[in-house]
């Protein structure tokens, strides 16, 4: 198998991976701590500073706004958040991935395998519904963690890709295509972190301009929306929105 397929299929099983981790850790946070949830979201009401820093924590948390998003968008599908509410914890995310670019010496993805044994003898030795929810929930957050990582090392050949850096000199002086392209790749990796660390690294190896660096950093946020969008599109308007 050529390495150009063998990136693809790296990426894609990562991103599959992402997405039954989100999945799985919504529907458990929703059945064990939906009506918690909703009477957290009352007492909230407008306090848009308190979700906002709520969308800091799980974006920090992930280290990806993506995933934020994207588990944000499932909430509000299931009415355990407000779309206002959803609107507000956006950014807040996009703000705690930035963070997490900025302190990311802690690897989140070590913590996956204990997870993953504390799920299992949960559910395996768990008698109660609570204790199958809490073991879903645990399982899917060490998902969730792992196939981030695999993202990362799935777009590590684009780090030190040569043919990156000279594609990217060459439209250096084309902000819209460098936007476009960032926010695409942004798309297919489902992970904005992946990609800030993709222009990050260009950028310290003086491969790229720091303005080169700007416009792609203004796509990677504008492509940052767009797997949640895509996803909300199979959970109804409400999630769209």
């Given at each position: 198998?050529?390495?150009?397929?063998?990136?693809?299929?790296?990426?894609?099983?990562?991103?599959?991976?992402?997405?039954?981790?989100?999945?799985?850790?919504?529907?458990?946070?929703?059945?064990?701590?939906?009506?918690?949830?909703?009477?957290?979201?009352?007492?909230?009401?407008r306090r848009r500073l308190a979700i906002f820093g709520s969308g800091?924590?799980?974006?920090?948390?992930?280290?990806?706004?993506?995933?934020?998003?994207?588990?944000?968008?499932?909430?509000?599908?299931?009415?355990?958040?407000?779309?206002?509410?959803?609107?507000?914890?956006?950014?807040?995310?996009?703000?705690?991935?930035?963070?997490?670019?900025?302190?990311?010496?802690?690897?989140?993805?070590?913590?996956?395998?204990?997870?993953?044994?504390?799920?299992?003898?949960?559910?395996r030795l768990g008698q109660s519904e609570n204790a199958r929810q809490?073991?879903?929930?645990?399982?899917?957050?060490?998902?969730?963690?792992?196939?981030?990582?695999?993202?990362?090392?799935?777009?590590?050949?684009?780090?030190?890709?040569?043919?990156?850096?000279?594609?990217?000199?060459?439209?250096?002086?084309?902000?819209?295509?460098?936007?476009?392209?960032?926010?695409?790749?942004?798309?297919?990796?489902?992970?904005?972190?992946?990609?800030?660390?993709?222009?990050?690294?260009?950028?310290?190896?003086?491969?790229?301009?720091?303005?080169?660096?700007?416009?792609?950093?203004?796509?990677?946020?504008?492509?940052?929306?767009?797997?949640?969008?895509?996803a909300g599109w199979g959970e109804g308007a409400v999630s769209i929105?």
């Amino acid at each position: 198998m050529n390495s150009g397929a063998l990136f693809l299929l790296q990426l894609a099983g990562s991103i599959a991976l992402l997405l039954w981790g989100i999945n799985m850790l919504s529907l458990a946070i929703s059945k064990q701590f939906g009506w918690w949830l909703k009477r957290l979201a009352a007492i909230a009401g407008r306090r848009r500073l308190a979700i906002f820093g709520s969308g800091i924590a799980l974006g920090a948390g992930f280290q990806s706004s993506t995933a934020a998003i994207l588990l944000a968008g499932k909430m509000v599908a299931q009415r355990s958040l407000s779309t206002a509410q959803g609107l507000v914890l956006a950014p807040g995310a996009d703000v705690g991935s930035t963070l997490a670019a900025q302190l990311f010496n802690i690897n989140l993805s070590l913590l996956a395998p204990p997870l993953l044994l504390i799920a299992y003898l949960v559910n395996r030795l768990g008698q109660s519904e609570n204790a199958r929810q809490i073991s879903h929930l645990i399982f899917g957050f060490a998902l969730i963690v792992l196939a981030l990582r695999l993202i990362l090392q799935a777009t590590t050949p684009l780090q030190q890709s040569p043919v990156t850096g000279l594609i990217l000199s060459l439209i250096a002086d084309e902000p819209f295509l460098l936007i476009l392209i960032a926010a695409l790749l942004t798309f297919i990796c489902h992970s904005t972190l992946a990609v800030v660390l993709v222009v990050a690294t260009l950028a310290f190896n003086n491969t790229i301009t720091p303005i080169t660096a700007f416009w792609l950093v203004l796509g990677i946020n504008a492509g940052g929306g767009l797997p949640a969008l895509a996803a909300g599109w199979g959970e109804g308007a409400v999630s769209i929105n």
